[in-house]
């Protein structure tokens, strides 16, 4: 099993620029998450999904949108990307029995 | 509402004790502990249930006082690999969909 996988490792983007990070999970949980982490914040709920076709926003969901067309992937977009969303975003999973299951993280820097 | 984690910070020699507090505003159904190495993403200790039982991970403890709406993480006789950044994440809704992320503490361990 692979577990969490994200996609792209690292990603340099200019500002007014979009993209879309996947997450993806071989674990069959219900359960999916993106978080950003900047130093000194810990970790911050951007939107999260209960299910296939389910998403839900969390704390800090300006400025991102999300999609879960399947089960497995969870996909986080950046319409226009702003120098405040320089962070690295984590992906996590879990079946709703406790243990979230964190991917390796994203390294996004805007400039 | 953001749980407060303290102490901020903590340097240990190896062998040393440490206790790493959570406390939140809100009542608490579930404090969940992680602990997160420098470049890496976080990974799962334990899980603390309202009316459960002292959790253990290896030479690692927590606790959960209902009334006192915190957690206590023991580190004892700590090891250089304990070094890392532990988060505990709060359950207030009684569901473990969402976790609400203290800020971290930070512990070195030195030979």
């Known amino acids: 099993n692979a577990g969490v996988t994200q996609t792209p490792k690292f990603r340099v983007l200019k500002t007014g620029q979009s993209m879309t990070l996947l997450c993806a999970q071989d674990?069959?949980?219900?359960?999916m998450y993106w978080y950003r982490q900047d130093p000194g914040m810990g970790l911050r709920l951007i939107h999260y999904s209960v299910g296939e076709g389910t998403t839900a926003k969390g704390e800090v969901p300006d400025g991102y949108n999300v999609s879960r067309l399947k089960k497995q992937n969870f996909l986080l977009g950046l319409e226009s990307a702003a120098p405040s969303q320089t962070s690295v975003y984590f992906c996590?999973?879990?079946?709703?029995?406790?243990?979230?299951?964190f991917g390796p993280g994203t390294r996004l820097t805007v400039t | 509402q953001q749980p407060v984690q303290s102490p901020q910070a903590v340097i240990l020699r190896e062998g040393e004790d440490a206790v790493i507090n959570c406390s939140s505003s809100k009542a608490l159904y579930s404090v969940h502990w992680y602990r997160q190495k420098h470049g890496e993403a976080p990974v799962f200790l334990m899980i603390l249930l309202k009316g459960g039982e002292q959790m253990r991970h290896e030479k690692i403890s927590a606790s959960f006082n209902e009334k006192k709406q915190q957690s206590s993480l023991y580190l004892t006789a700590s090891q250089l690999s304990y070094s890392g950044t532990y988060f505990c994440g709060t359950d207030n809704a009684g569901n473990n969909r969402k976790l609400i992320w203290g800020l971290g503490t930070s512990l070195a361990v030195n030979p």
């Open positions: 674990m069959n949980h219900e359960y």
């Open positions: 996590a999973s879990t079946q709703g029995s406790y243990e979230q299951y």
